[in-house]
């Protein structure tokens, strides 16, 4: 199993940039497919960026693809998620999730998540 912890979010105008950190303990992300989630008020929880191993991804949402950017450092046993270009629309709680790699971004399974980290864009 893994602890998947979030941090790097905040508050940022409208076509600023951010970075989010998805650090694992416990165990290593590059033995799970991690997924990017978030959810806005009101709003269901949505996929943004999934990233496997080997051929599986990046895979992204066309909401944020050509702005976001999914990257993992093995040697940090760290999943990232560049953010740029930010919307006030990209405003939401972001969480990290891992899916068992032998199924990958594909899977519909979420089998550990993070906590969550908030991120508002301001207009």
């Known amino acids: 199993q893994v602890q998947l912890v979030e941090s790097g979010g905040g508050l940022v105008q409208s076509g600023g940039s951010l970075r989010l950190a998805c650090a694992g303990s416990?165990?290593?992300?590059?033995?799970?497919?991690i997924v990017w989630l978030r959810q806005a008020p009101g709003n269901k929880r949505e996929e943004v960026s999934c990233l496997g191993s080997g051929a599986d991804g990046p895979y992204y949402d066309p909401s944020v693809k050509g702005r976001f950017s999914i990257s993992r450092d093995n040697a940090e046993n760290t999943v990232y998620l560049q953010m740029n270009s930010l919307k006030p629309e990209d405003t939401a709680v972001y969480y990290c999730?891992?899916?068992?790699?032998?199924?990958?971004?594909?899977?519909?399974?979420?089998?550990?998540w993070g906590q969550g980290t908030q991120v508002t864009v301001s207009s």
């Open positions: 999730a891992a899916k068992a790699a032998q199924t990958g971004c594909i899977s519909i399974v979420y089998d550990y």
């Open positions: 416990g165990g290593h992300v590059d033995d799970y497919a």
